[in-house]
């Protein structure tokens, strides 16, 4: 980690005092970077980046790790070489920055992410976040006669998008879904249950095996939340998700969501859940699978990358969508959730908020997601920029459901709207849930009273999504 003032910064007495501003969304950023820097604008610089200022950028040292950002720097340095960069990786985004937001000297460039990041919601009702659509129109570094948001896939713009303002870049495009061994699979001689019955029929003879069906990520169970969701919503239809995007009263208690907690709850109480699961955190949980000690996993499409270093060569990993609930479902079995993730964002106060824009519009370059995929086995917004491109196994499978899941796809976004929904008051009625401590209705009946709060909070901004 570099020895920067982002680090000074860290071990402030007065943060822990101050940094929870950010996340309440109290007011914030006296002062600061007041005087940003500027160049003069033209053809090949069309977002006037000066040519010589400094360039600060952290990145979340998580699943994808930092090689990944190293290397679009470099990218940078060859249009812009007199500029320098100062690269720092953190694993928690939030306890290292939100005293700089709160003095307002943030960073050019924050890769927001990870169980720690800060508050997206906060951030944006607090008009800490620049806008972003200046960055979009301009053209394209190497797709000539493109903009930068012609060259992005359907729906990448809309996910960082809080009204009429584009705040956040989510650069990956993150495919959810059950994880497991293909060639365990084939070992076994099973196949992937396409049904609820057929899960649970499997889940029997798995458990006969001697091996446990499932484990799951237990001091962030919200990783298990996602499931039981998709479930809904493939039983339901995309308004089950709408409903709960938009706080809506008893979206977490409809009917779908009721189908959904009573399915999910029977791996719970026949025991198909790896013993000691709730006790494991995600690194732990996911190693106990790569070892094969359970089948099942809920992640998204960063695990390969996170997992790479234990799984075992031949593990064929692959991904499938939630089993359908029966035939009265309104989404097929292959629609899927897939979005872009992996927030990337430019504060309003940074004080070379053009070079941060830049950084962020060469990493929308196809070279740049070309070599994101190539070093993270993650997909990108970029459209295409997996073609051409030698893909693990994982990543494989995952553009083969989102080709199988075609325009039945779908999505949610509460947990960018109102992280603390999702963080804290959802994610602590999983882990009961999937401990065995509550039933589907008591589950379902917490998560409820938790939006209900924020939508009776009057220090959060409200959202509505419409489709």
Not at 95 to 124: C, E, H, M, W, Y
Not at 341 to 352: C, H, L, Q, R, T
Not at 362 to 391: P, Y
Request: hydrophobic share 40%.
């Amino acid at each position: 980690m570099s020895a920067h003032e982002v680090s000074r910064r860290t071990v402030l007495g007065a943060a822990a005092a101050i940094a929870p501003a950010v996340m309440a969304g109290c007011a914030v950023g006296g002062g600061g970077n007041t005087e940003k820097v500027e160049g003069q604008a033209d053809a090949k610089n069309p977002l006037g980046v000066k040519d010589d200022a400094p360039l600060e950028v952290v990145i979340f040292n998580g699943g994808f790790g930092e090689d990944y950002a190293k290397a679009h720097q470099a990218m940078f340095k060859e249009n812009f070489p007199k500029v320098t960069i100062t690269h720092t990786a953190v694993t928690e985004i939030g306890k290292t920055l939100q005293p700089r937001f709160i003095d307002g000297t943030p960073p050019d460039v924050i890769n927001n992410s990870g169980a720690g990041q800060i508050d997206p919601g906060s951030l944006v009702a607090q008009a800490q976040l620049a806008d972003l659509k200046d960055l979009l129109d301009a053209p394209s570094l190497d797709q000539p006669g493109k903009t930068v948001r012609q060259t992005l896939l359907p729906g990448a713009v809309e996910t960082g998008t809080f009204g009429d303002k584009v705040h956040i870049l989510n650069y990956a495009y993150t495919v959810y879904g059950i994880w497991y061994s293909k060639k365990l699979f084939n070992d076994k001689g099973w196949t992937y249950p396409k049904t609820w019955d057929e899960h649970i029929a499997l889940c029997k003879q798995i458990k006969a095996a001697g091996i446990a069906p499932w484990t799951y990520q237990g001091l962030h169970p919200r990783y298990m939340s996602w499931p039981v969701i998709s479930t809904a919503i493939k039983f339901g239809g995309p308004q089950v998700a709408l409903n709960i995007d938009n706080l809506e009263p008893g979206a977490w208690t409809s009917e779908p969501m009721k189908m959904a907690a009573d399915a999910w709850h029977q791996i719970v109480k026949d025991g198909y859940i790896l013993e000691g699961s709730s006790g494991l955190d995600h690194k732990q949980s996911q190693t106990e699978w790569s070892k094969g000690k359970a089948v099942f996993v809920s992640s998204g499409s960063w695990l390969e990358n996170e997992q790479k270093a234990v799984t075992p060569a031949d593990f064929d990993m692959a991904v499938g969508p939630t089993p359908s609930l029966g035939a009265g479902d309104k989404l097929p079995f292959a629609a899927i959730r897939g979005t872009a993730g992996e927030p990337f964002i430019v504060p309003a106060k940074a004080k070379n908020e053009r070079g941060g824009k830049e950084y962020l519009r060469t990493m929308l370059s196809m070279k740049g997601a070309k070599d994101f995929t190539q070093k993270v086995s993650s997909l990108t917004i970029v459209a295409g920029s997996a073609e051409g491109v030698q893909l693990p196994p994982g990543l494989k499978s995952c553009v083969e459901a989102l080709k199988a899941s075609g325009d039945k796809g779908f999505n949610w976004v509460y947990p960018v709207y109102y992280r603390k929904l999702e963080r804290n008051l959802v994610d602590a009625a999983c882990g009961e849930f999937f401990s065995g401590r509550i039933g589907p209705q008591e589950f379902l009946a917490k998560c409820q009273k938790g939006a209900d709060e924020i939508a009776a909070d009057t220090t959060f901004k409200k959202y509505k999504r419409s489709a």
